[in-house]
């Protein structure tokens, strides 16, 4: 189930994004910092 709230900064998920993305747990912002974290690391 998706949640209505980023589980990292605590804004509200935007419906559109539940709706596309089934069991998504953070904002499009948080999400794209998560990624870029995760190429630094993977480097």
């Known amino acids: 189930k998706s949640r209505n709230r980023c589980e990292c900064c605590g804004n509200r998920i935007p419906l559109r994004r ?8 953070t904002c499009t ?15």
């Open 29 to 43: 912002e948080c999400q794209r910092v998560l990624e870029i974290r995760q190429k630094q690391y993977l480097r």
């Open 18 to 25: 539940q709706q596309a993305i089934p069991g998504v747990r």
